[in-house]
């Protein structure tokens, strides 16, 4: 269960922010901690991104992808029952480009590719493929563990499959976890980020997102500014915005 200080300033009367909308497409800024619909693994919860946007617009929406409760950034929604399904093909077809931004510990090589597979729950192995570069790094005369500094490094992730949580248990399997990641990220890190910084959500964001409009034919490009807290990290981490 996810601890209830990463919802907090979710309320009910909650406005999302709408970054795209058109006759057959809406799509929001998802803040950190905020469901996109019910999940009994998340009991707690007591607001979703559908109900909110369906109360905000008055009428019916359709995610066609899933962020996790932790991810902010793009969130994309149909308007109707056909969008929806025309969207999802696109999806699981490979057809739309992602981008995700996080904060991960350590400096990270300049360009890196993963190809590893991950095993679902009920023990099903998938191909799974990120490909990442580097934007910054900073290091901070703070010292973590054995090291006299701690090295983070701001890093632009583009995953080609979309498997449950590929990007955080990607990071994870090359030594440079999502900071604020439980349970694939570094304990001994987010307890630090959480003391030091009383920051306890998670730092990856979903930037933006690309696909050909089903409708139109043209070609949509969808981005999302940072949410605060990931905007705060960056300041207090030394990054250059």
Do not use: W
């Amino acid at each position: 269960m996810e601890n209830e200080s990463e919802i907090a300033g979710l309320t009910p009367q909650i406005t999302l922010e709408i970054i795209y909308q058109d006759d057959y497409l809406v799509a929001i800024n998802k803040p950190h901690g905020l469901l996109v619909h019910r999940s009994p693994i998340a009991a707690d919860a007591t607001e979703f991104a559908v109900q909110i946007l369906r109360d905000q617009l008055g009428r019916m929406v359709y995610p066609v992808h899933r962020l996790d409760r932790k991810t902010s950034g793009v969130l994309l929604f149909a308007l109707n029952e056909e969008m929806n399904s025309k969207m999802q093909v696109q999806f699981s077809d490979g057809k739309v480009s992602k981008q995700y931004h996080a904060i991960v510990r350590g400096f990270t090589p300049d360009t890196m590719d993963i190809d590893y597979p991950l095993k679902r729950d009920d023990g099903i192995v998938q191909e799974a493929f990120t490909s990442f570069i580097t934007l910054q790094k900073t290091e901070l005369d703070i010292a973590s563990g054995k090291h006299a500094t701690s090295r983070y490094s701001l890093i632009e992730l583009t995953p080609t499959t979309g498997r449950m949580h590929q990007l955080r248990k990607h990071m994870a399997h090359v030594f440079h976890p999502i900071i604020g990641d439980r349970p694939h990220g570094c304990n001994k890190q987010n307890k630090f980020f959480l003391e030091y910084f009383q920051m306890n959500s998670m730092l990856l964001h979903a930037k933006q997102i690309s696909f050909y409009h089903p409708v139109t034919a043209q070609e949509i490009l969808i981005a999302a500014d940072y949410q605060p807290e990931f905007k705060r990290m960056l300041n207090l981490l030394g990054f250059q915005k």
